[in-house]
């Protein structure tokens, strides 16, 4: 199971960390991430973060709307991953689903192509 938390009602230009543990039978994983949906859109990819390999760093991949902006980062450890949200915008607004997938398909194509661990979402919240 995916467990996010840490959304929330922001001002426009605050920050939040949202946080997702992965547990129970989810053993070995390769990618978690972000997605987002707003009120009447589609949902949409945030961020990912990639286990690397022996020989390389994990890697990371940001949604244009986001970079330089949100910070996604993982600890191991405790299969959890988080996403430092910075310089909120009101266009932000939207419920987070934390993703997860013990494959090498790539987490980007996780919605659109039905597979993945997905987690039950935490809204936030960006006011004006």
């Known amino acids: 199971q995916l467990q996010a938390s840490g959304g929330g009602l922001v001002q426009a230009g605050g920050s939040l960390r949202l946080s997702c543990t992965a547990s129970?039978?989810?053993?070995?994983?390769?990618?978690m991430g972000w997605y987002r949906q707003a009120p009447g859109k589609q949902r949409e990819l945030v961020a990912v973060r990639t286990t690397g390999t022996m020989l390389t760093d994990d890697s990371t991949n940001y949604a244009d709307p986001v970079k330089g902006r949100f910070t996604i980062s993982r600890d191991n450890a405790k299969n959890t991953v988080y996403l430092q949200m910075n310089s909120l915008k009101p266009e932000d607004t939207a419920v987070y689903y934390c993703?997860?997938?013990?494959?090498?398909?790539?987490?980007?194509?996780?919605?659109?192509?039905?597979?993945?661990?997905w987690g039950q979402g935490t809204e936030l919240t960006v006011s004006s």
């Open positions: 129970g039978s989810i053993l070995r994983i390769n990618a």
């Open positions: 993703a997860a997938d013990a494959s090498n398909a790539p987490l980007e194509s996780a919605w659109l192509k039905g597979y993945g661990y």
